[in-house]
């Protein structure tokens, strides 16, 4: 995924960000450089394909102690004050024990088989995000997952979720889904009438094959698993060219609920790149340049749900 722009709450848009820019066709490959010749950031694809590579104990001592409850007590106040870095978000390398992860023969994870604890370290102006396994002293997150679109998924797609979130989740229980930055993808919030449950879903490569496609493979998903669309955030809301490398903004993306309003909100944090690798191999990231939406925000509402033709 790719960098994102975070600012105060007068920067928060309307649940449909303004369309600044065209959405990518396509997530970007990592650019190369020649020897000798200025350095380019590298981006990785939505940020999941740099999770084999293991970050030593010696870098997290240097990370300091986890601010993660500050960030659970207003999520989306936290986010416009802080530069959220979800690169890495298994510093082991690997999940988290007791995470399922899903496979495109079933895309769809069980909400109980998808709880973590989360962390968050300050370190040179980043706010990096990492997760734990479940029970720790941090709050309780549900991971979302990401699978790449390979070859033969145009028609189809690909899609990895969590199903049977609660809509209002009780003492005790996750009030947040976290995924991997978003470099081209979308996530869907989705409402499962049979049992009164929340959905969250990763689609790949959203706007691959443009947002026409993007949307057909989205609606035959919901048709197989008898889902309704509530909320989305896709390339159209964080993707923007900026910087003298021509490499679109990214976002980090998550959800949480807001007690006080009995709603889940989706979030998303416009950000752009520093530096394309940093401590422990994790991208540096920094604030857009101004004119830039700076935080994305929407209500999962069931009673205003969201149409595909919505989507850009």
Not at 23 to 35: D, E, F, G, L
Not at 116 to 134: C, D, E, K, R
Not at 241 to 258: C, N, P, Q, S, V
Request: with cysteine; proline share 11%; net charge positive.
């Amino acid at each position: 995924m790719k960098s994102f722009k975070i600012g105060g709450p007068k920067s928060f848009s309307p649940p449909r960000a303004p369309q600044l820019d065209t959405p990518r066709s396509s997530t970007p490959t990592a650019p190369t450089s020649k020897p000798g010749a200025s350095s380019k950031p590298s981006a990785p694809q939505d940020g999941f394909d740099t999770v084999g590579s293991k970050i030593s104990s010696s870098v997290r001592g240097l990370f300091g102690p986890s601010q993660a409850d500050s960030f659970a007590s207003n999520p989306t106040k936290f986010s416009s004050q802080n530069v959220l870095n979800g690169y890495k978000l298994f510093p082991e390398g690997k999940p988290p024990q007791g995470v399922t992860l899903p496979t495109p023969g079933k895309p769809m994870v069980p909400a109980s088989q998808s709880t973590a604890t989360l962390n968050i370290q300050q370190h040179q102006g980043n706010t990096n995000l990492s997760l734990s396994p479940a029970g720790g002293n941090g709050p309780q997150v549900h991971y979302l997952h990401y699978l790449s679109s390979g070859q033969n998924t145009q028609s189809n797609g690909s899609f990895a979720g969590i199903s049977d979130v609660p809509l209002r989740p009780g003492k005790g229980e996750p009030n947040m889904v976290m995924t991997g930055p978003l470099n081209g993808c979308a996530v869907h919030a989705m409402h499962n009438p049979a049992n009164d449950t929340l959905s969250f879903v990763h689609q790949a490569d959203f706007s691959k094959y443009g947002a026409q496609t993007g949307k057909q493979q989205l609606d035959g998903f919901l048709k197989q698993n008898n889902l309704q669309l509530v909320q989305s955030l896709t390339p159209n809301d964080y993707s923007h060219l900026t910087g003298k490398h021509g490499i679109e903004t990214g976002a980090t993306a998550f959800a949480h609920y807001d007690n006080a309003a009995g709603k889940w909100n989706m979030v998303g944090q416009l950000n752009d790149w520093k530096n394309g690798r940093g401590q422990g191999d994790r991208p540096e990231l920094q604030r857009p340049p101004g004119g830039l939406p700076q935080q994305w925000t929407g209500p999962v509402d069931l009673q205003n749900p969201l149409s595909l033709n919505d989507l850009k």
